[in-house]
């Protein structure tokens, strides 16, 4: 098994925490593999974690590090990297494996591999990539609304905006051009109903297969378990995790917090982006931001949260932090885009609101945290809801699909 991923830890991240929780299940069920991922100055290129090899490849890629939204992940375009394409027909070649499982758009450089006739390519759609030269099918002028198109008018111009004009124009044809090859993967894995809605218009309804992302068993014991973070308040208080940028609806929430009728401090917690704003404030309504956090220390978080909010502005492709929030136990208000209101069952685990609206924001938060025995009650289905989106619940399915695409993968050894 190769698994072809545009990051991998060190790096963190939503992607990169399910690539590494699928190639360790994968181990674990029998099934020897090796992920590839793009080469890091803060990580060796040949290592092994949880019997996992680990290849860390150098590619034409390293040169575009500054388009990426932020320092810790590292860009692959949306065309085939000749450098890295010949790094993995050598792995292909050395490993000659069943099966190679692009994630990210180091698709793009797997596209061009030579695959042995055994090998089935398979790729996760973990995002709109497929289809989006931002990834997020969010128009500039409204953040809160997907995009009608895409069309090629519509596309140059929203990536020329935001990546400026020849670099948008470039990733814009070049992923116009990597759909007409598409026809060699023999399986799509999308991760939710708005991914496959938006991104696999014309592929045959027999090569998509929806799985969701899922998080490890463990979390449920890490969050009673792990001791409760020093950075947190004392007392109650609302949290969030996530990437800090104003497509998650940082903005909205620190909006709303202010608007609470309940005073409590608001902890922020994720990954810092060129657009993460100077949101840290004293006071009596404090808001708390703290980066670099062990995965272990953020279920303990969520644990101890009265709350738990994403009120994201993009279209959301599942929302993998509002499972974790749902698996501590914590009720969760969501704001209705994307895959948010196929993962919290409004009024079961939790909330959802309108996207854009700090106000509704603001009277969930309020209606959950003012009402303890709401709380219990979201809490606990959420508990139970979040097992479908484990490991243990959703790794089978992936296996099947192998087994679907190339029979010689084992099924459930």
């Excluded at 575009?64 to 375009?77: E, I, V």
């Excluded at 128009?139 to 935001?162: E, F, H, I, K, N």
């Excluded at 100077?278 to 978080?301: L, N, Q, S, Y």
């Excluded at 809490?379 to 619940?393: D, E, K, P, Y």
Aim: aromatic share 6%; proline share 8%; glycine share 8%.
């Amino acid at each position: 098994m190769l698994q072809v991923s545009d990051g991998y830890p060190p790096a963190v991240g939503g992607l990169e925490r399910v690539v590494e929780s699928l190639s360790k299940s994968l181990v674990e069920y029998g099934i020897p593999t090796t992920v590839a991922t793009l080469s890091r100055p803060d990580a060796p290129p040949v290592d092994e974690v949880d019997g996992v090899s680990i290849r860390r490849l150098d590619g034409l890629t390293r040169h575009l590090q500054r388009f990426a939204a932020d320092s810790g992940h590292y860009f692959h375009p949306t065309c085939p990297d000749p450098q890295l394409v010949a790094r993995l027909n050598e792995l292909v070649a050395e490993f000659r494996p069943d099966v190679v499982h692009a994630h990210g758009w180091m698709l793009n450089s797997c596209l061009s591999l030579r695959l042995p006739a055994h090998t089935a390519l398979v790729t996760t759609l973990h995002d709109y990539g497929l289809v989006c030269a931002k990834k997020t099918m969010i128009p500039l002028a409204v953040p809160d609304v997907m995009c009608a198109g895409p069309t090629m008018r519509s596309c140059l111009s929203c990536a020329g905006d935001y990546y400026g004009r020849a670099k948008g124009t470039a990733l814009t044809l070049a992923l116009r051009e990597s759909r007409r090859r598409l026809h060699r993967v023999s399986m799509f894995l999308p991760i939710s109903g708005i991914v496959s809605t938006v991104s696999l218009a014309g592929i045959p309804p027999e090569k998509i297969c929806e799985i969701p992302s899922f998080v490890e068993d463990r979390i449920f014991a890490a969050a009673r378990e792990t001791p409760r973070p020093a950075f947190l308040p004392a007392g109650e208080f609302i949290l969030f995790v996530g990437a800090l940028g104003e497509h998650k609806g940082v903005d909205l929430l620190v909006d709303a917090h202010q608007r609470m009728r309940t005073a409590l401090p608001l902890v922020l917690v994720g990954s810092a982006r060129v657009d993460t704003g100077a949101w840290e404030r004293t006071g009596d309504r404090p808001v708390i931001v703290r980066t670099g956090v062990p995965h272990d220390e953020i279920m303990a978080a969520f644990a101890a949260a009265t709350v738990a909010a994403a009120p994201s502005r993009w279209q959301e492709p599942l929302g993998l932090t509002a499972i974790e929030a749902m698996a501590a136990g914590t009720p969760v208000v969501v704001t209705r885009v994307g895959a948010l209101p196929e993962v919290v069952a409004d009024q079961v685990t939790g909330l959802v609101v309108e996207p854009g609206d700090p106000r509704a924001l603001a009277l969930a938060l309020d209606r959950i945290v003012e009402n303890r025995s709401l709380q219990r009650q979201y809490g606990r289905a959420g508990q139970q809801r979040a097992r479908l989106f484990t490991a243990s619940a959703v790794v089978p399915r992936v296996v099947a699909a192998y087994h679907s695409v190339c029979p010689t993968v084992a099924v459930g050894a």
